[in-house]
């Protein structure tokens, strides 16, 4: 069964604008977790990650907010720019057994 | 220049072929993984390897097997048992636990995209 469920499956934003994407899992031993961003051909790169004991993560335009009480977290792209456009993966992990979510296509908007 | 590098880009076999994807690090990581990507899906884990002659079966090892006879190489082979091999073959690696506290960090290749016909 899929234990780390992403929405949306794709997303539209204009320029400037903030991209927001979430992810819901369901094994409470997972203890990190990160997002990637992958170009079409490309193999995902890192992009951020967090561990469970803090709410939140900044670097730069972009932010992970973690709840650990709803087992929900979110990546937040803020002033979202063309180059932005890429899908991305929440994944979840325990022990370095890491779960993958379906993927995000982000499209952003001259 | 350090990284993860797959060869090839690129892969075209006829059915009932067994195929090897090549997948070398120089970032001294100690573990090593596969996943197969497929259009709208995420990753998923094919075989793992956490220490040199030693791998574990990730969620779809059927039809694919794995070696890990140095640090640096995990080549996988898709078999002519794998039903459906067409895919984007992604791996990765890690340092795997440091100092007490486990490294999660996965760092990926570019890919390979093999196509059976």
């Known amino acids: 069964q899929q234990q780390v469920k992403q929405s949306p499956q794709s997303l539209i934003v204009q320029k400037g604008g903030i991209s927001i994407i979430n992810c819901a899992y369901e094994n409470t031993a997972f203890d990190y977790f990160p997002w990637y961003q992958q170009f079409p051909g490309k193999g995902p790169a890192l992009l951020i990650a967090i561990r469970p004991d803090v709410s939140e993560k900044k670097e730069g335009r972009f932010t992970i907010s973690f709840n650990k009480s709803a087992k929900q977290f979110s990546l937040h792209i803020m002033d979202s720019q063309p180059g932005d456009s890429a899908t991305y993966f929440c994944a979840a992990s325990f022990n370095n057994d890491m779960r993958f979510g379906a993927g995000t296509r982000l499209t952003v908007k001259p | 220049d350090g990284g993860i590098t797959q060869s090839p880009k690129y892969l075209f076999r006829k059915e009932g072929q067994n195929v090897t994807l090549s997948c070398e690090q120089n970032l001294n990581h100690d573990a090593m993984y596969w996943y197969r990507q497929d259009p709208g899906q995420g990753l998923r884990l094919i075989y793992y390897s956490q220490i040199v002659n030693d791998f574990q079966k990730g969620d779809i090892a059927e039809g694919y097997s794995v070696s890990r006879e140095k640090k640096e190489s995990f080549p996988l082979t898709v078999t002519s048992a794998q039903k459906n091999p067409t895919a984007f073959y992604l791996c990765?690696?890690?340092?795997?636990?440091?100092?007490?506290?486990?490294?999660?960090?996965?760092?990926f290749g570019p890919g390979t995209r093999l196509t059976v016909t």
């Open positions: 990765a690696s890690s340092m795997g636990q440091t100092a007490g506290v486990p490294t999660y960090e996965q760092y």
